[in-house]
């Protein structure tokens, strides 16, 4: 299995300003200063290339400045600065289950979710995007499958992208004229999340789900609106099976 710290990059040839460089298997690394890794001996790192050509127009190589965050693609964790933090428990979710008496005789320390977010701008700030990385137990509240609070943006028109790296789930999207669908979760499957539309997720699995989310730094958070109304239906195990169910 591929280092998460690396993108495959699988081509016959590298080409640099210094020539080709011949390698059947590279990897360039997203951690600090790039290097160049190839599988034979012709391995070197980014601080071993020679100096630029006058030819180029370049006096020197310029130092790479440190990347910001790092992003571990196997499990989703992120590292760096300003980063974010958040954790919701059985107890922070009063509310939100359909069973409100089966959530009550869980623990209500019992971990359901938390979040990590990239915030490089201030939030509201137009013109930035945020990114971010959800960790969705299993689990269910009576026949309804851990999920999370759910939320319409601030600003209702801006999108979102959601990428699933682990386990499996449901998206539960409702626009504004309170029609629901859900989309299947699975690793690699990647979510658009329109504009002036509701959503959630679900874990329909019995492991860890983990998704990525990248979204714009001015959107903001209606959790009232989902609050006050819920959403129209829900995903529940029906006969063994995630169902999206109407709500009456």
């Not at 539960?172 to 959630?200: F, K, N, Q, V």
């Amino acid at each position: 299995m591929a280092d998460p710290g690396h993108a495959d990059v699988r081509r016959n040839e590298l080409a640099t300003p210094w020539g080709r460089w011949a390698a059947s298997d590279c990897s360039v690394t997203t951690e600090g200063v790039g290097k160049i890794m190839g599988t034979g001996s012709d391995s070197q790192s980014a601080s071993q290339f020679p100096q630029a050509e006058p030819s180029l127009g370049l006096d020197s190589i310029t130092t790479l400045i440190k990347a910001q965050l790092s992003v571990n693609l196997q499990t989703g964790e992120l590292s760096g600065d300003r980063i974010q933090s958040t954790v919701r428990t059985i107890g922070d979710l009063e509310g939100i289950f359909r069973d409100e008496e089966a959530r009550q005789a869980l623990d209500p320390s019992t971990l359901v979710y938390r979040v990590q977010a990239f915030l490089p701008v201030e939030e509201g700030e137009e013109g930035g995007l945020f990114w971010g990385t959800t960790f969705l137990e299993p689990g269910r509240v009576g026949d309804e499958y851990f999920m999370t609070k759910g939320h319409y943006h601030a600003k209702r028109a801006r999108g979102e992208y959601y990428l699933t790296l682990q386990g499996s789930g449901g998206l539960i999207l409702m626009d504004e004229e309170r029609r629901t669908t859900c989309e299947a979760m699975r690793p690699r499957t990647l979510h658009y999340i329109p504009a002036h539309t509701a959503h959630r997720v679900a874990n329909t699995g019995e492991s860890l789900l983990v998704f990525l989310a990248c979204w714009p730094s001015d959107a903001g958070h209606d959790y009232a609106a989902v609050a006050r109304q819920g959403f129209s239906a829900r995903l529940r195990k029906v006969g063994g099976i995630p169902t999206l169910v109407e709500e009456r």
